[in-house]
């Protein structure tokens, strides 16, 4: 089977259930050697699309390539996937269960034995591994789901809720195994409702609402760009601020104030920090001046509405 990472792009992706239309219409794409973080409220529709992505459930219009190819079951099958409905068995050992796992896939008994023993190793857990599925927490047996989906070098990765239920060392152990993929090629899709999580993470975001794509591209694209809002700290009063020609004073509160460069040139917006900066020399020094990153939530906010 050709492993090879390969683009997926999905286009025009329609699920009608009976009148209903659960993905409407949905155009995206997952490139080669991206985390794509793909989020939207209960019910927007992201296990829906990974499922038709996945051939798990047939799709009503449009298509899914995989390169510059319709994708098909081979491509299917080369790919990492973590489900919603999770599918261990809980009685059987989490080894055994893995890396008979690791054999319908392919590989060898001892190749799959390999794998899985490091794969659990990094996912911190080694000592689990003759634990039956049942006797680990929810946030382990969530690692075991990640282990099966990251097993035999999937050509791309398609995780619904991974980082759901883990504790923080797990995210991190996650991210940085999701990154080792990404590194050599893998393109990465993954919902979640973590909006900090994904904005720490994902090169690139598709927020979905209603079944439709409401917006796609890097957190700071989202976000509109640099910022233009700034947080000015002066050593003393601020309040001399509002005399700086082209910048709007939002508020001001003793030393503190937080100004707005109302123009959507960057150079422009450069030009007025270093006029703030110039005055505030002038009137006794600052301490900071620091763009205001607006959190993704409230871009997901405006964008969902
Ligand atoms: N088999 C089905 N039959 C009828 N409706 C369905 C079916 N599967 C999903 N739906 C509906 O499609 C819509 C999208 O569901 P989906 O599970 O894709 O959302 P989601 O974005 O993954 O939500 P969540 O974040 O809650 O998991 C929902 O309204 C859901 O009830």
């Not at 035999?152 to 398609?158: G, N, S």
């Not at 509109?224 to 601020?238: E, F, I, K, M």
């Amino acid at each position: 089977m050709d492993r090879a990472p390969q683009t997926i792009t999905v286009e025009g992706l329609t699920r009608r259930f009976g009148d209903f239309t659960a993905v409407d219409h949905v155009d995206f794409c997952v490139p080669q050697g991206t985390m794509t973080g793909f989020v939207g409220g209960n019910g927007a529709g992201k296990t829906t699309t990974m499922r038709m992505i996945m051939g798990v459930l047939s799709i009503t219009e449009g298509r899914v390539m995989w390169g510059d190819q319709p994708m098909t079951a081979a491509h299917q099958r080369s790919i990492g996937y973590m489900p919603e409905e999770r599918g261990l068995y809980p009685k059987q050992k989490v080894a055994d269960q893995l890396i008979y796992l690791g054999q319908l896939k392919g590989l060898s008994p001892k190749a799959s034995r390999e794998s899985v023993m490091t794969l659990l190793e990094r996912l911190g857990l080694g000592e689990r591994t003759d634990d039956t599925v049942e006797a680990l927490s929810l946030g382990n047996q969530q690692r075991v789901q990640i282990a099966a989906a990251l097993m035999i070098e999937p050509a791309a990765l398609i995780l619904d809720e991974p980082f759901s239920g883990l504790d923080p060392d797990a995210v991190d152990s996650m991210a940085d195994l999701l990154r080792e993929h990404t590194a050599r090629g893998v393109p990465v899709l993954f919902s979640s409702h973590q909006l900090d999580l994904v904005d720490r993470l994902c090169d690139q975001l598709v927020i979905l609402a209603k079944g439709q794509v409401r917006a796609t591209g890097t957190p700071t694209e989202l976000r509109g760009g640099s910022p233009r809002r700034h947080r000015l700290v002066a050593v003393r009063d601020a309040g001399w601020v509002r005399e700086v020609p082209g910048v709007v004073t939002v508020d001001v509160d003793g030393p503190v104030a937080v100004l707005d460069l109302v123009s959507d040139s960057e150079t422009e917006r450069q030009r007025l920090l270093g006029e703030v900066l110039a005055e505030g020399l002038r009137r006794g020094g600052i301490t900071e001046l620091s763009p205001i990153i607006p959190p993704l939530s409230e871009v997901y906010r405006e964008v969902t509405a």
